[in-house]
């Protein structure tokens, strides 16, 4: 009897440890969500030399890192609470940096709307002095020596000539300042909104371009039946890149992963980074077979490549693999509906192992 009680435990232990497995579950999805926040929040920071954005990218790394190390949740909470004053100045900074620059433009528009205002005040004394020139070549009709009269009216009307050739000119200055002031806002404002659509790591798209890029596609494909794919790509182990070479190493890999996504796609089709170590492409016009067989060249493109850690060292070196998930637009499908399902399929390509291509069609 007392073997046969230790052999079969009692339904008491049986649900306390159903219930850790539980909480140990969900502690892991938090912490994979914690992570992927991370990631967004990365993605939303704009690389300004004059914010030194790098030092706040660290801390937001040093902190991803504690929140899946093994310290006490008490040390973990006082080590969000230390950092989270530097990263809200941080915030309050990047925002007050991106009204003085729309002050800048607000400056440069109202130095026009001033010019258009001098340009009216010139024209009314154009026309009033034209208009006393016409009153001098009335009085000379009134004379009644036509020797007199003619020699009046050519001084006239060399005066005449000479106020509309000041005027042209003053014009034609004004124009040239306005042309300057408007190619300098559109330069301004190409730059500005270029900027807000480049991740500063990679020169890829961000996730602000996507989204815009989705929702403009998603429209359109719904009302013209238009086909297109969606690759989610995510390095594998990224993390332990690195802890074991470094930040510095890990952006690097991030470039060089973004490299051989760029030379696997087409001109029209669409390349961002969806934030931290993932990816996505978009295929334009393309089937699932044929997105299935793209997929699986960039793994294996991917994973074949080798890169040196240490120029001084040349016979070190690293690989990495990626997983991707796969999935092709439906009719009657949301952003949100295509970009959940490519991210259950690489979430599955995760669970099978990595290094591999899943596809979910719904």
Known sequence: MLFKNKSNPSPQIDNVGSSFRELQSRLEGLIRIANLLFGFLNGFILDFKE??????RSQLEALKKTLGSEESIKKIELKFEHEKAPIEDYISLQKKYIEEREKELK??????????????TENQEFYQRVYSQSEKIEKISLLDDIKKVKIALKHEVDQMREIVNLKADQDKRSIDVLAQQVE????????TRAKSMTDPLTGLYNRQA???????????????????????LDIDDFKKINDTHGHLIG???LMAFAGKCRQAVRSNDFLARYGG??????????????????AKQICESVASAKYTTDQKQTDQYLSITT????????KNDTVEDILQRADKALYSAKQKGKNRTIGRRS
Request: aromatic share 6%; no cysteine.
């Open 323 to 330: 997983s991707i998930g796969v999935t092709v637009f439906r």
């Open 51 to 56: 914010l030194e954005a790098s030092r706040l």
């Open 107 to 120: 400056d440069i528009i109202e130095l026009m709307a001033k010019a258009m205002t001098n340009l009216n």
């Open 184 to 191: 300098l806002l559109r330069k301004e404002l190409e730059k």
């Open 251 to 253: 952006d690097r890999m």
């Open 277 to 294: 170590e993932e990816f996505v492409i978009v295929l334009e016009g393309a089937t699932y077979r044929n997105a299935m067989k793209k």
């Open 210 to 232: 996507l989204d815009q890029y989705l929702d403009e596609k998603v429209s359109n494909a719904s009302n013209i039946n238009d086909e297109f794919a969606l690759l989610m």
